[in-house]
């Protein structure tokens, strides 16, 4: 390659490294793996460092990451955010510890310390004199989007720094005493359960779900309405300080344990090092406990223990000398698309599945991928007949991350969705500025059996014994056609069905019995109403307590419940104006299925906490924020003591607010009072 190859070469990476960083970054919706994305910013590097000359301030290898979106403000780091160099072998590690050897000229043997490489989002938590003032996203390393509100309503961050006596005991000799500013960095994560759970409830309410855990948590943290990010199961793991203004700390594992002993949740895999073969060892181990672990991770993160030879070895363009990423080889594998079959779901909704041969991917074997809807099929230019890569990331269902399209021969057929349902042959429709298709037949065979399961699924009635093939058996065989007919069942009816013996008749209608008083909330969400998946559903339990009440609620009642939008009100309404479905719950009532009032223990989150107010809240009176305290289980104190745990300051905020700076207690504004009392819904 000549010179002017050469600058071509880098102005065409430099361009599609930008758009895949905005792809990444700001739209959550990347195109490349990372691995593929990493070639292109190492063939730049490469480039660069061949030639010099060539490179230019504006290059992507000098900025990490994409400028900040508009909507969040913009604000500057007070350390910037470094990247990572990345390694790819036991060789490229050695390669990693021989550099810092080199550059040291000193050193024999550098101790290390081993971290697992977290797949979530990296943050910026600022505290002033032991306060949360403000958290930011890493944005393009200088300047990050304040996310403060999202970030307070993360159980994991603490919201203050505890002063010494209060923190947990460290092996340091003396506990650091709280630093005048201090940055901590860490990952925002979701781990795999939550992030499931978080799918099904999403799928439950129609909404499209997360591709996986680090789509889910950028999503939630992008929110512009901090409460639906408190709803959102996020944690966060700290790895790391930018700035820190009267705090001394001679080693990383140092900042690591004050970090835990501060409160902050630090990754109990981190590791200390005596040398470059003990990482090695790591991260082999680490590698092994991938699949087990309860979040995402991509690799380790291998660090020079001593933050003296930490400064001395500084940073080059965009990472650090100090620190090498080392990643895991991505859990993806390559196979053909023979088939794309429709499946029809309760809501009549048509989802497009690829069936593929079978192939082994990170010790699973995978046949089947939801390629969600037409536009996503178009989107990715998915057909039948293409080879394509399938990835799994940790335990989540596979999905196709790209057509390999220099295999193509031509004969493969691309995917249009049927007129009419494959099940029922009524129409297919699709409504304005919905990505979905649906049949639209009342009777469609598919609906009714989706709509019994879930009516007898494990959030809703729970009946043993009715799983998917029986409840598809028994629509079939014409023995129900819709959730009320379950409870007319006999055991002459259930006799006639195959493979039916007397025992496992009697065993689901005793089931069936049980199933008669079921709590509230899981009748209403057993209904399967649009947009009430489980939290709704207790939600209108607690507030309508019986169906009756809820039936009678009109839409704007409805709409003065916590949460529950025009959208959700329209769907509940409607649901109880239908004759269909009024005439099942009827015959639900003539079978003797009475819904039992919801009794919950009240949570108290706040128990042992103690609030003085000071100052004019904006959204509720003095009397309504104690009410909320006290219903938490939290008290509320006249003034401050050396036992107040926080002082919640308002508008023209007085003495005690003065008097709480200065005995260090914690301080929280309107915004953080209601992101502690009301971040947690349950
Ligand atoms: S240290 C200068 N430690 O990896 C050092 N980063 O490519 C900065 N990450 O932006 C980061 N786990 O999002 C560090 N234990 C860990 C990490 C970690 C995940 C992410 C982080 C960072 C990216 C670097």
Same mark, same amino acid.
Request: charged fraction near 25%; include cysteine; proline fraction near 13%.
């Given at each position: 390659m000549n010179r002017d190859e050469a600058l071509s070469r880098m102005e065409t990476l430099k361009e599609a490294i930008l758009y895949h960083n905005r792809r990444y970054y700001?739209?959550?919706?990347?195109?490349?793996?990372d691995a593929d994305y990493d070639q292109l910013l190492r063939k730049l590097i490469d480039l660069e460092t061949e030639y010099?000359?060539?490179?230019? *301030?504006?290059? @992507?290898t000098q900025r990490v990451g994409a400028p900040p979106l508009e909507k969040f403000g913009a604000v500057a780091h007070l350390t910037p955010m470094l990247s990572l160099a990345n390694a790819f072998s036991d060789e490229e590690i050695r390669e990693f510890d021989r550099r810092c050897r080199r550059f040291l000229e000193d050193e024999k043997t550098i101790s290390y310390i081993v971290e697992p490489k977290l797949d979530g989002l990296a943050v910026n938590l600022l505290y002033e004199r032991g306060a949360l003032t403000v958290g930011l996203t890493r944005g393009d390393g200088h300047i990050g989007e304040d996310i403060t509100l999202n970030l307070r309503?993360? *159980?994991?961050? @603490?919201?203050i720094i505890p002063r010494p006596e209060n923190a947990a005991p460290t092996a340091e000799t003396k506990t650091p005493s709280v630093p005048e500013r201090i940055e901590v960095r860490g990952e925002v994560c979701m781990e795999r359960k939550a992030f499931r759970n978080l799918n099904r409830r999403r799928a439950e309410e129609e909404a499209p779900p997360f591709a996986n855990p680090r789509n889910a948590a950028a999503g939630s943290l992008r929110q512009l309405d901090s409460r639906i990010t408190a709803r959102r199961p996020l944690t966060m793991f700290c790895y790391a300080i930018g700035t820190a203004e009267g705090a001394f700390f001679r080693t990383h594992a140092e900042v690591l344990r004050t970090l835990a002993a501060w409160g902050f949740r630090v990754n109990p895999l981190i590791r200390p090092a005596v040398d470059i073969e003990e990482c090695i060892q790591h991260y082999h181990r680490i590698g092994g406990l991938r699949e087990q672990l309860p979040y995402d991770i991509d690799g380790i993160v291998i660090k020079v223990d001593e933050l003296a030879l930490q400064e001395r070895l500084g940073a080059v363009s965009r990472s650090p000398r100090w620190a090498v990423a080392c990643k895991f080889a991505a859990i993806q594998g390559q196979t053909v698309i023979e088939d794309i079959i429709v499946q029809v779901g309760r809501t009549g909704v048509l989802t497009p599945v690829a069936i593929m041969r079978p192939v082994r991917i990170g010790g699973v074997m995978v046949s089947r991928a939801t390629l969600h809807n037409q536009d996503e099929i178009d989107r990715k230019d998915i057909r039948t007949g293409d080879t394509v890569v399938i990835q799994r990331a940790g335990d989540v269902i596979p999905e196709v991350?790209?057509?390999?399209?220099?295999?193509?021969?031509?004969a493969e057929r691309p995917f249009v969705m049927p007129e009419?349902?494959?099940?029922?042959n009524s129409r297919v429709v699709r409504s304005k500025g919905e990505a979905a298709h649906r049949c639209?037949?009342?009777?469609?065979p598919a609906q009714i059996r989706e709509h019994i399961a879930h009516f007898v699924s494990r959030g809703a009635?729970?009946?043993?014994?009715?799983?998917e093939k029986m409840v598809a058996q028994l629509v079939a065989g014409g023995l129900?056609?819709?959730?009320?007919d379950i409870f007319f069942l006999t055991k002459e009816k259930l006799l006639?069905?195959?493979?039916?013996a007397d025992k496992s008749a009697s065993n689901l209608l005793a089931a069936i019995g049980r199933a008669?008083?079921?709590?509230l909330d899981r009748l209403i969400f057993a209904l399967?109403?649009?947009?009430?998946?489980e939290q709704t559903a207790k939600r209108l339990a607690d507030t309508h307590v019986t169906l009756d009440a809820l039936a009678a609620a009109t839409f704007e009642e409805l709409q003065t419940?916590?949460?529950?939008g025009p959208e959700v009100a329209a769907s509940i309404a409607g649901f109880f104006r239908e004759p269909v479905n009024l005439h099942v719950l009827d015959k639900l009532c003539r079978a003797g299925v009475v819904p039992q009032e919801t009794v919950r223990p009240k949570a108290a989150?706040?128990?042992?906490k103690s609030f003085v107010f000071t100052g004019t809240l904006g959204r509720m009176g003095r009397s309504e924020a104690k009410a909320l305290v006290q219903s938490l289980g939290g008290k509320v104190d006249n003034s401050v003591t050396k036992t107040t745990h926080y002082v919640v300051a308002g508008?023209?905020?007085?003495?005690k607010l003065e008097k709480a700076g200065r005995s260090g207690i914690a301080i929280l504004d309107e915004e953080g009072f209601f992101a502690l009392t009301g971040g947690d819904e349950n």
């Open positions: 700001q739209l959550d919706a990347p195109e490349i793996t010099p000359d060539l490179a230019t *301030p504006d290059s @992507p309503t993360i *159980p994991t961050i @603490p919201l991350v790209e057509v390999v399209k220099t295999l193509r021969t031509g009419t349902c494959p099940e029922c639209i037949g009342i009777a469609c009635l729970d009946i043993e014994g009715l799983g129900i056609g819709d959730p009320a006639g069905l195959e493979r039916t008669k008083k079921p709590p399967g109403i649009r947009h009430v998946g419940i916590r949460d529950i989150p706040l128990a042992g508008e023209a905020a007085g003495s």
